[in-house]
């Protein structure tokens, strides 16, 4: 099993920057698909990125693509998602997420089995 912590959320204006880190503790972080949702108020739970076990590839959700940048190391057991360009439409609960036997391109939430706790953002217009 992997236990899953959120960090790194805040108040942010639009169009600025924040960094959410993943700090993974139990089994060898590699052997995890990983990825970051979000959820916003009253809406479902949405797909944000997601990264191989190595970290070689890399997939986002089209309202993202360009301005997020997911990342992982493997030995220092963390992820990140780099959030640049911040639009008021980005605030939400973000979470991360790991499962052993997913595609690298999982984007259905019910397809993660480990799930972090969530960390706040919020971007102010």
């Known amino acids: 099993q992997v236990q899953l912590v959120e960090s790194g959320g805040g108040l942010v204006q639009a169009g600025g920057s924040l960094r959410l880190s993943c700090t993974a503790s139990?089994?060898?972080?590699?052997?995890?698909?990983m990825a970051w949702f979000r959820q916003a108020p009253g809406k479902e739970r949405e797909f944000v990125a997601a990264i191989s076990r190595s970290g070689g590839s890399t997939v986002y959700a089209d309202s993202v693509k360009g301005r997020f940048t997911i990342s992982r190391d493997n030995a220092k057991k963390t992820m990140d998602l780099q959030m640049g360009s911040l639009k008021p439409e980005d605030t939400a609960v973000y979470y991360c997420?790991?499962?052993?036997?997913?595609?690298?391109?999982?984007?259905?939430?019910?397809?993660?089995?480990?799930w972090g706790q969530g960390t706040q953002v919020t971007v102010s217009s």
């Open positions: 139990g089994r060898t972080l590699s052997a995890y698909v």
């Open positions: 997420a790991a499962d052993l036997f997913s595609r690298w391109t999982e984007r259905i939430t019910d397809n993660y089995g480990y």
